[in-house]
């Protein structure tokens, strides 16, 4: 599978600044996603990652708030904007394997907002 | 959207036995089935997964069986050793909406010797 690396891999920021996190992939994939994964909880989806043009947002989540890059097939970012104590979550990327759809973790980004 | 359920929470299992988690989904179009295992601290680990033209799959000491008719979907752990100690999250998706996974709530494992 493919290796998978996220920058940084935790990080304690104030209320209402903006932290960028680096999702990179050691091969070309054609599916990224971003993730949230709240204190003792599941992961829910926060978007596809789409190269070349905008990502696709879920239910409940914004560009304003999470704007997400994919420049090109094996790397993104995602913002968190205007952080508040709620965004502590840790946030993980994944890549779709393409051949049957096998989704591989990055290993999180853990974020702590005072 | 597709919403997934997740049974139990948690299960405390003593060294040998079995393990059992189920999940239900809703949306009759989903068509994979992956499950993972998150240590503490760590990313989630896909260990298994089943597509619907299967009815179960087996990986030494852990098996997968679907229910496409009811919907439901289960993890079985034989043997179970400290190490299976996770938690372990079901999934499903639709491979026809760009293999998004909507993930159970999840089953925190416990292995006592």
């Known amino acids: 599978s493919a290796v998978i690396s996220q920058k940084p891999s935790r990080d304690i920021c104030q209320r209402g600044t903006s932290l960028t996190i680096q999702c990179q992939v050691d091969s070309q994939v054609t599916m990224m996603f971003w993730y949230r994964q709240q204190p003792g909880q599941s992961l829910t989806l926060i978007a596809t990652?789409?190269?070349?043009?905008?990502?696709?947002?879920e239910s409940g989540f914004v560009i304003d708030k999470f704007p997400i890059s994919r420049p090109n097939l094996t790397f993104s970012t995602l913002t968190v904007s205007n952080m508040s104590p709620e965004d502590s979550s840790i946030y993980l990327c994944s890549v779709d394997s393409g051949r049957w759809h096998e989704q591989f973790f990055g290993p999180g980004t853990r974020l702590t907002v005072l | 959207g597709e919403n997934v359920e997740q049974h139990p929470s948690t299960l405390s299992v003593q060294e040998g036995d079995s393990a059992v988690i189920k999940c239900t989904y809703s949306?009759?179009?989903?068509?994979?089935f992956p499950w993972y295992k998150q240590e503490l601290g760590k990313r989630p680990q896909l260990i298994i997964d089943?597509?619907?033209?299967?009815g179960e799959k087996k990986d030494q000491r852990i098996a997968v069986t679907l229910n496409k008719t009811a919907k439901h979907f289960s993890l079985h752990i034989t043997e179970t050793q400290p190490e299976d100690s996770a938690v372990y999250f079901c999934a499903a998706s639709s491979t026809g909406t760009a293999s998004k996974l909507t993930f159970g709530t999840g089953t925190r494992l416990q292995v006592t010797l």
């Open positions: 949306d009759s179009a989903s068509n994979y």
């Open positions: 990652a789409n190269q070349g043009s905008e990502a696709t947002y």
């Open positions: 089943i597509r619907s033209n299967v």
